[in-house]
């Protein structure tokens, strides 16, 4: 079946330390995006990337890297800058970059502090 | 900063009723807008599209887009309890050759049997 796999579900970061959030897609989708979500609130973007090797900041950028070395992948680094990591981070993508196209979601990852 | 409203809930109806869920964006030029479900922990997923201005019907649900007033409404006939969740208004924007989504906080829908 295609879709949009993100791993691991549950992730625990202690102080000072780099986690990575997995995202795979078969769907040959060429646009990625990874948006976070804090309790009652909408989702806010994070980087988006719409071909291998290009990636651009979104709204809340800061503290969080990424990369884009395949069509299929888009792993999400939340940094030990990244001070309020805690929160429920989507991947999302998208056939292609035109305006028509829906995003489709993977099942998230929840991000925790010890 | 484009900006997508939506009232937050919860918005109580009975089980048949019809819910009528609204959704106000600030980007004039904005051409496409998506409906989301979000049942609690999970991750949204896809209702409803709509790029013209007027109804769109797709089973029980019916988007509806008017575009001079920045507006658009999701309505669900005959709503029955599974259909309480989260539901997001996304509006997609076009910068500089780049395409994303702009999400509002959404609107809690309670359906009571």
């Not at chain 2, 009232?7 to 009528?20: C, D, K, Q, R, T």
Request: hydrophobic fraction near 30%; include cysteine; aromatic fraction near 12%.
């Amino acid at each position: 079946d295609g879709g949009i796999t993100q791993s691991p579900k549950y992730l625990f970061r202690k102080e000072g330390q780099n986690v990575t959030l997995s995202c795979e897609q078969n769907l040959n989708h060429d646009a990625m995006y990874w948006y976070r979500q804090d309790p009652g609130q909408g989702l806010r973007l994070i980087y988006y990337s719409q071909i291998v090797n290009d990636f651009q900041k979104g709204d809340i950028a800061e503290g969080y890297s990424v990369s884009r070395e395949k069509k299929e992948s888009f792993p999400l680094t939340v940094t030990s800058a990244q001070k309020n990591p805690t929160a429920f981070y989507l991947c999302a993508s998208r056939k292609h970059q035109g305006g028509h196209q829906p995003q489709h979601f993977g099942d998230g990852t929840r991000l925790s502090i010890l | 900063q484009k900006e997508v409203e939506q009232n937050s809930g919860p918005l109580s109806v009975p089980e048949g009723a019809i819910a009528s869920l609204n959704c106000t964006y600030s980007d004039r030029v904005s051409q496409s807008f998506f409906w989301y479900r979000q049942y609690s922990g999970k991750s949204p997923e896809l209702i409803m599209s709509i790029y013209s201005n007027g109804d769109k019907e797709d089973g029980r649900f019916t988007a509806q887009l008017n575009k001079a007033s920045q507006y658009v409404s999701l309505l669900i006939r005959d709503s029955q309890p599974s259909d309480s969740a989260t539901y997001l208004c996304a509006v997609n924007n076009d910068v500089a050759g780049y395409s994303t989504l702009t999400f509002g906080k959404g609107t809690m829908l309670l359906v009571s049997p």
